[in-house]
């Protein structure tokens, strides 16, 4: 007799999910299926008692027996068994063995580090920073990425891309744009083989704007080339991290070349990026400036990468507050949203549309699996992040990846091997996070970051109810997310 | 799913798994193929080709194939569900057929193969 007919005597329990509320209504957020259900009453009243304890069925029947008839209970404890937000207590699940990405997994987004100067000095840069990788200033890493380099790395691209019909190719510094020669070369040279190679190649970068001329907007707008900004926000917080080296701030230059910016290239959406730290953390404040004022279509957040005992780092009472920010702007995302009116928090809708095609990462973000930075001298790394640091080097555009040091990576960062995470409901879309950010606050990529686990649970949970609400109010705002794919490089940061 | 609502694309995909009138087996699908629809089952293999006269002649009997039963074994070792026995033509017996070049009339050339 199989265990799973043995329901009617052993006793149920609740499986692994989160719970919350949205629109005057019950939701689970399944781990780790990552599947979302709307409980209705009788549903939402078998998992409370569950809650409180374990049960059989006859017991659950009959203490519900006053609200609902015997079979509906029963209807519904099956349903809640089959979807796995309940089971047998004493019967361990079925557990997914440990499921590794297929061999040569092809190449979406290479990031090309054309540089590794820059001309800003921001304070709390991780790669120029008190927390930097790669020896930069005296290293053997040539400060450019010279043209042969580029034109080998658009090949690497090409071939690791594999049966991929569109690569992405995202250039990054240093700051990008100090070396735009190779910039221009690299991206005539990928045209040239992609199109005999019958591929596709999607061109965008990350600049810090104070180089912007006419000129090279002029190029950005015509190319269709995808533009992020770094940029904090007004000027006083601008100004206050993101420096040149004689400390002088950069708001009044970047400004204007970014409004002009904004006025010529319409041929994308264009999008800033900004690092929170713990002494600007004043998230509505920075999004009204950046769209209202400067005009940017959306806003990326992130905090700051730093080990914990900087100044500028965000502390844990810091989290708490920066959440608060996030959710008061995630409520105007929601109203607007409500409205089918654009709303540019794009930390929002990238979670929704992850909640919304039930995402269960066994990695928390493409790494050294998808996406790879190359640094100025061709060497392939985890991601932009690593380019140039040895510890974390996966190959070299020449030679191409070294499939072994690849699939020891993937063997060691796998979600099933975090011990940490095993428990958290919010693993499906956290992963344990960045691996750059892990090994600057433990020295090590594999480590969990755990310090900020709160404010991940809390910020899911957010956009857990924000997406609950858009399905029960304006379901149709959802569907936006159905085709879209999605690719990680869109914003580097 | 009567209690349940499906909000998101995975909760319709578990739910659709946890029906109890769900086939697993349909379930087996390219990693990165389109979302399964369900399908008319289409056979592979020469079940595929209607080769009338191979198993009775329009009478019924076998006095009259159309097809001598020597072509079964061309029809049936190479896309057949149910592959006829042959020697191992890509190392052994390459050559095996070389001289048949039509089985209704040359079968008996077909070459013995020993191992």
Excluded at chain 1, 9 to 34: I, N
Excluded at chain 1, 185 to 202: C, H, I, L, N, P
Excluded at chain 1, 424 to 439: K, N, Q, V
Excluded at chain 2, 85 to 111: F, G, M, Y
């Amino acid at each position: 007799m199989s265990g799973s007919m043995s329901g009617a005597t052993s006793e149920l329990g609740l499986r692994e999910f989160h719970s919350f509320q949205a629109a005057g209504k019950d939701f689970v957020y399944l781990v780790p299926s990552a599947a979302v259900f709307e409980l209705d009453d009788s549903s939402a009243a078998v998992l409370n008692r569950l809650g409180a304890r374990s049960l059989s069925r006859q017991d659950l029947a009959q203490q519900l027996s006053a609200v609902f008839p015997a079979s509906e209970i029963d209807e519904t404890i099956s349903e809640l068994l089959r979807v796995r937000a309940i089971g047998e207590i004493g019967v361990p699940e079925k557990q997914a063995a440990k499921v590794m990405p297929p061999e040569n997994f092809p190449l979406t987004t290479m990031v090309l580090n054309v540089t590794n100067q820059c001309n800003l000095s921001c304070t709390y840069c991780y790669e120029y920073g008190e927390d930097k990788i790669v020896d930069t200033e005296n290293g053997k890493k040539p400060k450019f990425m010279s043209e042969e380099t580029a034109r080998e790395s658009v090949d690497f691209m090409l071939r690791e891309a594999g049966d991929n019909k569109i690569a992405h190719l995202t250039f990054f510094g240093g700051e990008t744009l100090m070396n735009f020669p190779v910039l221009k070369a690299a991206m005539s040279y990928a045209r040239e083989r992609a199109a005999a190679t019958g591929k596709q190649v999607d061109f965008s970068l990350t600049t810090n704007a104070t180089l912007l001329r006419p000129d090279i907007i002029e190029f950005l707008a015509e190319n269709r080339v995808g533009v992020t900004i770094s940029i904090d926000g007004p000027k006083e917080m601008q100004d206050q991290f993101r420096v040149f080296s004689n400390g002088k701030g950069s708001y009044d230059i970047v400004a204007p070349k970014i409004k002009e910016l904004l006025k010529r290239h319409r041929s994308r959406p264009i999008g800033a990026r900004v690092t929170l730290t713990s002494q600007t953390l004043d998230i509505r404040k920075i999004y009204r400036h950046l769209t209202e004022e400067i005009g940017f279509w959306d806003v990326g957040f992130a905090p700051v990468t730093t080990s914990p005992n900087r100044e500028y780092a965000i502390a844990e009472t810091g989290f708490d507050a920066m959440l608060e920010q996030f959710r008061g702007l995630a409520a105007d995302f929601l109203e607007a949203a409500l409205e089918n009116r654009h709303h540019g928090f794009s930390n929002v809708k990238d979670t929704l549309e992850e909640i919304h095609k039930g995402v269960s990462k066994a990695y928390p973000c493409g790494a050294g699996l998808g996406l790879m930075g190359v640094s100025t001298d061709g060497d392939v790394a985890l991601c932009h992040r690593f380019a140039g640091s040895d510890a974390h080097k996966l190959g070299t555009v020449r030679d191409g990846i070294d499939r072994l040091v690849q699939i020891g990576f993937l063997e060691k960062h796998h979600i099933d091997d975090k011990t940490d995470c095993s428990q958290c409901w919010a693993r499906p879309l956290c992963s344990g996070g960045c691996y750059h950010e892990a090994h600057t606050r433990y020295g090590e990529t594999a480590h969990p970051n755990l310090h900020y686990c709160e404010w991940i649970r809390g910020w899911t949970d957010t956009c857990l109810k924000i997406y609950a609400e858009l399905s029960v109010r304006n379901p149709r705002y959802l569907e936006q997310f159905d085709e879209k794919v999605d690719y990680e490089a869109s914003q580097v940061s | 799913m009567k209690h349940l609502r499906s909000v998101n694309r995975k909760a319709q995909r578990v739910a659709r798994a946890a029906d109890p009138q769900h086939d697993p087996l349909n379930d087996v699908v390219a990693l990165q193929g389109p979302p399964p629809q369900a399908a008319p089952h289409i056979p592979l293999g020469c079940t595929l080709i209607f080769s009338p006269g191979w198993e009775a002649d329009h009478n019924g009997g076998t006095a009259g194939l159309c097809q001598p039963v020597e072509r079964d074994i061309f029809d049936c070792h190479e896309g057949c569900f149910w592959p006829a026995q042959v020697p191992d033509q890509l190392n052994h017996a390459p050559d095996w057929t070389a001289k048949c070049a039509a089985a209704q009339k040359d079968w008996r050339k077909i070459d013995l193969v020993f191992p």
